[in-house]
């Protein structure tokens, strides 16, 4: 499967072979003892995955319950009217096929697959940027897609990667998506991160979102076992990122309970793009912090 798709989660491994995680993250160890896979956050991916990017149907198929999951939750942060970019990935398409009804939308967005997900939606404008198609993602790239975005101003940018740490922020594989996804977050005052937790704690080539401009993560419940993810989550959340938690189904079936309500929005007297700058606690009882902080224990 990880030679097929070039990154895999341990969860998704669990399913197909019939398994227990944990017989699978032992599996996987002394895979890569040998030299045959490289371990990440909750998953592996071939030797030299630092550089790999893997094309369209490979991550079609990664960690998809994560992906409807976070793309839910997601979608309540957009309202009616508003104005919103949405960067190339296959987590942002999930987030762009559940807002076709929302009414009065714009999105600006330089993936084909955003674009196509909305085609059909009435009440929804698409704006697509100029530049050269890049066949891996179905995204438009290049410097004709950043100068269409010059002089924009939108309220959300939504944008998926390759990895996301605390210590670096969002990053991806590609020097070309990456220069792109800088160019929307640009444009927008506050940014939005979508990463399925396989992605916590994986750090790639190129920088696009540092952590301090980050507003917000959308993420999945990390297994109870995967200690890092959680690190990372509260690593996150101490530098002020807001972080919403959606749910999935494991192995076995059973649902996490997905948290519905909105995310905290920008606070009282924000000057506009200040959200470019830093985020807001999470919120002022504490609630999303303590969660993640159990996270973390177990």
């Known amino acids: 499967m990880v030679r097929a ?7 998704e491994l ?5 398994t227990s995680e ?5 599996d996987v160890r002394a895979l890569e003892a040998e030299g045959l896979l490289d371990r ?8 030299g995955g630092f550089t ?10 990664l960690a998809t319950a994560e992906k409807t999951a976070i793309a839910d939750l997601a979608a309540g942060l957009v309202e009616e009217g508003e104005a919103i970019v949405i960067g190339a990935g296959t987590t942002t398409q999930e987030l762009a096929r559940r807002l076709a009804r929302v009414p009065g939308l714009t999105v600006v967005t330089n993936s084909l697959l955003v674009a196509q997900a909305l085609a059909h939606a009435n009440r929804v404008e698409v704006v697509m940027t100029g530049g050269t198609l890049r066949g891996s993602n179905y995204a438009l790239v290049g410097s004709g897609a950043e100068q269409s975005l010059q002089g924009l101003r939108v309220s959300k940018a939504f944008l998926s990667g390759s990895g996301l740490t605390a210590e670096r922020g969002l990053s991806t594989s590609n020097m070309l998506s990456a220069s792109v996804d800088r160019a929307l977050v640009q444009a927008a005052a506050e940014v939005v991160v979508l990463a399925d937790h396989t992605k916590l704690g994986t750090d790639t080539m190129f920088q696009t979102v540092p952590t301090d401009v980050i507003t917000r993560l959308v993420t999945d419940e990390p297994p109870a076992h995967d200690d890092r993810a959680a690190t990372e989550l509260q690593a996150l959340a101490d530098q002020g990122v807001q972080i919403g938690v959606a749910g999935a189904g494991g192995p076995g079936g059973e649902q996490v309970p997905v948290r519905r309500a909105p995310l905290p929005g920008p606070r009282r007297g924000q000057a506009p ?5 830093s985020a807001a606690p999470l919120d002022p009882s504490g609630t999303d ?7 973390r224990r177990r």
């Open 5 to 11: 798709n070039g990154a895999v989660s341990l969860r």
């Open 52 to 61: 790999r990017e893997s094309g369209f149907p490979q991550k079609s198929h």
């Open 273 to 277: 793009g200040a959200g470019l700058r």
């Open 40 to 47: 990440r956050h909750g998953g592996a991916v071939l030797p």
């Open 289 to 295: 912090r303590a969660r993640v902080a159990d996270l």
């Open 14 to 18: 669990a399913r197909v072979v019939q």
């Open 22 to 26: 944990v017989t699978v993250r032992r």
